[in-house]
C-alpha cells in the first residue's frame, strides 16, 4: 500500500509541475503556509458525509506531503450547520463567509456541500482584499450559480465582475434529465408526483425533472413542496394515493435533512412499497446512512452527479489507489462518492496554488485565466482529463450515476446516458 500511495504522490506532484508549462510564479516562497478552507455541514444526518469527506483530503494532502509545489498547505475546517436547524444554516453560513475573508493565509476554500450556503457565500468570498477567494465546490449542482438560470443569475454572485466560484461535478440541468429519462425510458413510468423541499436545490432539480419527463411523455399529476417541520406526512400521500389515475411514481426534488426519513416511511406507508409506486430522489439523498438503514428506502432509486465509489475502485487509477488507502486507515469506504469529489476539488486548488505566488489574488487567477487549471488522467481522481472552464467555473467531466438502495446499501445500478 504504502509504494502505491508513493506512486501516486510522486506522479500528482509530476502533473502538477507539467502543468505549470516549465515554470511557477511561486518559485522563491520558502517555508510561506497558505491556508485551504473546507466549508461543510458537520451536525444532522450529513455529518457522516462530510467527515468522511474531511479525512480523504486529509489523507490526500498528507501523501502530497502537506505541499503545493513550494508551499506548504493547511486544512481549515468550518461548520456551516447549527445542531438546532440538524442541516446547513443560513447565517452560519454568512458567518463562515465573513470569517473565510479574515483568515489570514486563506488563499481558497473547498465547498460547500449545499447549493443554498453557496449562494450566500459565493458573493462575500468574491469581494474579499486582495482579489477576491477562489471557492471550488465538489457538491453544489444548482446550476444558476455559474450559468444563466433564474433571475439575475450567475451576475448577482459576481458583484466584483471576476468570477471566482468553480465546482467539479455536473449539474442538475444534467442530473434532473437523467433521472426523468430513467423514470420514462427503464421503469416505464406514466404518471409521476413530484414534490421538493422548497429551497434552492430541490426547487431546481425538481424543475429540470418536471420539464424532462413531460418530454418523454411522462405525466406529472402534481407539484408540491413539503414542509421539513412537519410530524408526518399522511395528509399528503393521502391527497395523492386519491388522484386518478393513480401515480407509478413520486420524485422527491431536495436534500434527506429536510425530513426526508419521515417522507420516504409515510410514502411507503400510504401508498405501497417502492417495487409498487417507484420512488426517485437526486443526489441530496445520497450518502446518509440512516437513509439506507431504513427499511422503507429498500427499492429506490438515487441519481448522482458522478461516479460512485465502486465505478471508480473498478476503474483502478489514482481514485482506487485513494479509495484502498482510505479503506486501510479507517475500515471502510468513506461513507459519500462526494468524498472523492472534495479531492477532486482540493487538486484543483493545489494546482493553482503551485502555479501562484501565494496571494488570493494569484491563486485565483491560475484558475480564472488563460486556460485555468487542467489535472491529468493519470493523476485526476476521477481517471479522466479535468478541465475547469476559465470562463464559466463549470468543469468538462459531467458524469451521472444511477443508484439503487437495496440490502441497506447504495449500489451503482447503470450509467447515465442511458443505453
Known amino acids: ?40 455541514p458537520l451536525q444532522g444526518v450529513s455529518k457522516d458525509a462530510s467527515n468522511s469527506t474531511i479525512n480523504a ?97 450567475p451576475e448577482k454572485y459576481i458583484p466584483t ?54 418530454k418523454q411523455n411522462v405525466a406529472v399529476a402534481g407539484r408540491q413542496s413539503w414542509d421539513s417541520k412537519q410530524p408526518n406526512y399522511d395528509a399528503l400521500f393521502t391527497q395523492i394515493k386519491a388522484l386518478k389515475p393513480p401515480v407509478d411514481a413520486i420524485y422527491l426534488g431536495g436534500i434527506y435533512d429536510n425530513n426526508g426519513g419521515q417522507l420516504i416511511k409515510d410514502k411507503v406507508k400510504n401508498l405501497g412499497a417502492n417495487s409498487k409506486v417507484k420512488l426517485i430522489a437526486p443526489d441530496g439523498f445520497t450518502g446518509q446512512p440512516d437513509l439506507q438503514a431504513q427499511p422503507e428506502a429498500d427499492g429506490m432509486y438515487l441519481t448522482f452527479t458522478g461516479l460512485t465509489t465502486d465505478q471508480l475502485r473498478a476503474a483502478g487509477g489514482s481514485g482506487a489507489v485513494l479509495l484502498d488507502a482510505y479503506k486501510a486507515q479507517y475500515g471502510s469506504d468513506p461513507a459519500t462518492g462526494y468524498a472523492i469529489y472534495g479531492i477532486q476539488a482540493l487538486q484543483v486548488i493545489l494546482a493553482a496554488i503551485e502555479r501562484s505566488d501565494g496571494t488570493r489574488k494569484g491563486v485565483l487567477d491560475q484558475v480564472f485565466s488563460g486556460s485555468g487549471i487542467t489535472v491529468a488522467a493519470e493523476t485526476s481522481m476521477l481517471g479522466k482529463d479535468l478541465t475547469i472552464d476559465p470562463q464559466s467555473g463549470d468543469v468538462n467531466v459531467k458524469d451521472i450515476s444511477l443508484l439503487v438502495i437495496k440490502d441497506k446499501k447504495e449500489t451503482f445500478h447503470k450509467a447515465w446516458p442511458l443505453s
Not at 510522486?10 to 507539467?18: D, M, R
Not at 446547513?88 to 450556503?117: F, L, P, R
Open 1 to 40: 500500500m504504502m509504494r502505491r500511495m508513493t506512486a501516486l504522490a510522486t506522479a500528482t506532484a509530476a502533473v502538477l509541475a507539467a502543468s505549470a508549462c516549465g515554470t511557477s510564479s511561486g518559485d522563491g516562497a520558502g517555508d510561506k503556509t497558505v491556508v485551504v478552507g473546507i466549508d461543510l
Open 57 to 153: 483530503m486529509k489523507l490526500f494532502l498528507d501523501m502530497e506531503g502537506g505541499k503545493a509545489g513550494a508551499y506548504k498547505v493547511e486544512l481549515k475546517v468550518y461548520d456551516d450547520s447549527t445542531a438546532a436547524k440538524g442541516g446547513w444554516d443560513d447565517s452560519t453560513c454568512a458567518k463562515n463567509a465573513q470569517e473565510h475573508v479574515a483568515t489570514e493565509n486563506e488563499v481558497a476554500v473547498m465547498g460547500t456541500y449545499n447549493s443554498g450556503c453557496a449562494k450566500i457565500q459565493i458573493p462575500i468570498l468574491n469581494q474579499a482584499p486582495d482579489g477576491g477567494l477562489l471557492m471550488i465546490s465538489h457538491g453544489n449542482t444548482y446550476p444558476g450559480l455559474t450559468k444563466s438560470w433564474d433571475a439575475g443569475e
Open 161 to 214: 465582475g471576476q468570477r471566482s466560484y468553480a465546482r467539479v461535478i455536473a449539474t442538475d440541468d444534467y442530473q434532473g434529465s437523467a433521472g426523468a429519462q430513467f423514470v420514462a425510458k427503464d421503469l416505464q413510468v406514466s404518471n409521476v408526483y413530484v414534490l421538493d423541499d422548497g429551497e434552492i436545490y430541490g426547487k431546481g432539480v425538481a424543475d429540470v425533472f418536471v420539464a424532462e419527463a413531460k
